[in-house]
């Protein structure tokens, strides 16, 4: 059994050799991104200086839509007589999206009606962001990794991309980081370091992964499809950002599920059994954590059905 005392999460990670696919936080599909430059507490909606008309605006929202997760995001490249943004994505299957609305004051961000975003693409043509956007986590009050490692690849691809580039608070992964989230689509990646965060961002304009190196999974989906869509484009050799749909999935028994993902280039569905395994090797989740098993999934069958 391999397990480290040291403080790091990052370095405990790498030595015990954890796999960085099947990661991304799961089962988010609507993301509320709403500008604040003040502190960000290790449970975001108690931040100080964040108004308390709009902290109730996102719980109203957050109340209906268990699935939304909000994140409180900064870009240092704007100028500092813009106003503040917001920004509305639907991150799912189906016609993935961005909205951009700034604001001034919180009246105007209530006067916002997510329900409608979150209802019809169609709603607010005049906001929707045509762009791609990244959120790189530099969340120090959750993780001294995401503090130490975010800020320098946030500013590495501000070189490249202007307000298409925010700091944002935790993304989840700690011990990933550097970690990334890409939109519309939700993809998130991790372990960057300065040249793998350029190719990925770059890749991701061009509606390509590029590699899986350091693909942690899309966050629409649960992670035994993370795992098999992971699988399947490895074995496949398919990178367009959507180029696999999740259509159906079961589980099997303990730890054993069925996945089956469409190509929808060619309209063939493929079938994939993974299993989900703990084995002896032990590393913290975060920073200060208390040492856990280190989950692994495996591939255990794969086959072609006919399409119907």
Request: charged share 30%; aromatic share 10%; with cysteine.
């Amino acid at each position: 059994m391999e397990h480290t005392e040291t403080s790091s999460c990052f370095q405990a990670s790498l030595d015990v050799g954890e796999p960085i696919f099947a990661t991304a936080v799961t089962g988010t599909d609507l993301w509320l991104l709403l500008e604040h430059d003040g502190q960000w507490a290790p449970k975001i909606l108690k931040s100080p200086g964040l108004e308390a008309r709009t902290r109730s605006w996102l719980e109203g929202f957050l109340a209906d839509h268990p699935t939304a997760r909000p994140q409180l995001i900064r870009c240092e490249a704007k100028g500092g007589d813009r106003p503040k943004r917001f920004f509305f994505v639907r991150s799912g299957d189906i016609d993935p999206a961005v909205w951009a609305f700034d604001f001034e004051d919180p009246a105007e961000l209530e006067a916002i009606d997510l329900r409608a975003l979150a209802a019809d693409r169609r709603a607010y043509p005049e906001r929707r962001w045509t762009r791609p956007l990244f959120l790189v986590c530099t969340h120090g009050k959750r993780d001294a990794c995401c503090a130490r490692l975010g800020p320098p690849i946030a500013r590495e691809l501000r070189e490249d991309w202007a307000e298409e580039v925010w700091q944002s608070s935790h993304i989840g992964g700690h011990r990933f980081a550097a970690t990334m989230v890409c939109f519309p689509w939700g993809h998130v990646f991790g372990r960057l370091d300065a040249a793998s965060s350029r190719r990925v961002a770059k890749g991701y304009a061009s509606r390509r992964l590029t590699d899986l190196l350091n693909y942690r999974g899309r966050t629409a989906w649960a992670r035994p499809v993370q795992a098999a869509e992971y699988f399947l484009r490895q074995e496949l050799g398919v990178y367009g950002i959507d180029a696999l749909q999740y259509t159906r999935g079961e589980m099997l028994g303990d730890d054993r599920w069925r996945v089956c993902l469409r190509e929808r280039q060619t309209g063939e569905t493929h079938e994939l059994t993974v299993a989900r395994r703990r084995g002896p090797d032990l590393a913290p989740a975060s920073c200060g954590a208390a040492l856990e098993p280190v989950v692994r999934f495996a591939l255990e069958s794969h086959r072609q059905l006919t399409p119907t």
